[in-house]
Nanobody, 116 residues
């Protein structure tokens, strides 16, 4: 079993910044990738960013240039630095991990609200 613990969400004004963290623990032998998805109010869950074990990153077009995903391999932790936040970034942000054996695990989600 694998556990994901997210932190760092909250309320921020438009143009502000937040940093999300996601720490993975448990039976982790190899990681294919870790990443972030989000679910805006009334909408489906969507990709935000992923980072593979070698460090290759992938971003949704809507966040390119504003968000940065990074990883601390020693801690099995990923981060999402979110800058220039917009009201449309408001969502519940979920951490995801895909293990080398193909299994997926999701975090419980953390709320990010961008509002003045």
């Amino acid at each position: 079993q694998v556990q994901l613990v997210e932190s760092g969400g909250g309320l921020v004004q438009p143009g502000g910044s937040l940093r999300l963290s996601c720490a993975a623990s448990g039976s982790i032998f190899s990681i294919n990738y870790m990443g972030w998805y989000r679910q805006p109010p009334g909408k489906e869950r969507e990709l935000v960013a992923t980072i593979t074990d070698p460090g290759t990153t992938n971003y949704a077009d809507s966040v390119k240039g504003r968000f940065t995903i990074s990883r601390d391999n020693a801690k099995n932790t990923i981060y999402l630095q979110m800058n220039s936040l917009k009201p449309e970034d408001t969502a519940v942000y979920y951490c995801v991990i895909r293990l080398g054996d193909g299994r997926y695990y999701w975090g419980q989600g953390t709320q990010v609200t961008v509002s003045s």
